[in-house]
């Protein structure tokens, strides 16, 4: 299973982005899907999780500006950032929890991240 996750890049404060996440490989069903960030020196922290009935949860710092959204036939998530600032700095992490073919547990999965920069 890989999740490869694209979008980031430099924008300024104000403006907008938005970042997408593709799972793929041996899968037979996905239930949360969700996207994180690291910031330089900080822990990694949630931002927003979709689950496979489609509740959203936002982190406080983000309800209001970010939006998360699902493709479940494509096994895509999305997270669209609007009305950005510099604290939103960091490099972004998708996350799927995953149960493949032939095997009876879920497994988290994570994207390799991309980075995204907001300049004031």
């Known amino acids: 299973v890989q999740l490869q996750a694209s979008g980031g890049g430099v924008v300024q404060a104000g403006g907008c982005l938005t970042l997408?996440?593709?799972?793929?490989?041996?899968?037979?069903?996905?239930?949360?899907m969700g996207w994180y960030r690291q910031a330089p020196g900080k822990e990694r922290e949630l931002v927003a999780t979709?689950?496979?009935?489609?509740?959203?949860n936002y982190a406080d710092s983000v309800k209001g500006r970010f939006t998360i959204s699902r493709d479940y036939a494509k096994g895509t998530v999305s997270l669209q950032l609007s009305r950005l600032e510099p604290e939103d700095t960091a490099v972004y992490y998708c996350?799927?929890?995953?149960?493949?073919?032939?095997?009876?547990?879920?497994?988290?999965?994570w994207g390799q991240g991309t980075l995204v920069t907001v300049s004031s």
């Open positions: 996350k799927a929890e995953v149960k493949r073919y032939r095997l009876d547990y879920w497994k988290d999965y």
């Open positions: 997408s996440c593709a799972a793929s490989g041996s899968i037979f069903s996905i239930n949360v």
């Open positions: 979709i689950t496979n009935g489609g509740r959203t």
